[in-house]
């Protein structure tokens, strides 16, 4: 699911993989199978909460895997987020 082409399930797999609580009494795979795809999402998704999502779940491995530390302490381009709504200063229509 975390190649989902739709952000809302990738946000939902990566949120039920890094929450303890929604998964309840079932382990998550290790990060042998998880710690990849969160870190490519991490750095390539165009979704900032499937960004958010990924840096949680490469989180929860900092403290045993390098490599997630490295990713989450790694400067970040600022991307900008498409402005939306009306025009300031504009007439508007009754």
Not at 16 to 33: S, V
């Given at each position: 699911m975390?190649?989902?082409?739709?952000?809302r399930v990738r946000?939902?797999?990566f949120?039920?993989?890094?929450?303890?609580?929604?998964?309840?009494d079932t382990c998550a795979p290790g990060p042998e199978r998880l710690l990849e795809p969160a870190l490519h999402?991490?750095?390539?998704?165009?979704?900032?909460h499937v960004r958010a999502r990924a840096a949680a779940l490469v989180g929860?491995?900092?403290p045993s895997d390098p490599r997630?530390?490295?990713a989450l302490e790694a400067p970040r381009p600022t991307i900008q987020a498409p402005r939306c709504g009306r025009k300031?200063?504009?007439s508007r229509l009754a």
């Amino acid at each position: 699911m975390a190649d989902d082409p739709d952000a809302r399930v990738r946000i939902a797999a990566f949120h039920a993989l890094a929450c303890d609580r929604c998964k309840g009494d079932t382990c998550a795979p290790g990060p042998e199978r998880l710690l990849e795809p969160a870190l490519h999402h991490l750095v390539s998704d165009p979704d900032p909460h499937v960004r958010a999502r990924a840096a949680a779940l490469v989180g929860t491995f900092a403290p045993s895997d390098p490599r997630s530390s490295a990713a989450l302490e790694a400067p970040r381009p600022t991307i900008q987020a498409p402005r939306c709504g009306r025009k300031r200063g504009g007439s508007r229509l009754a």
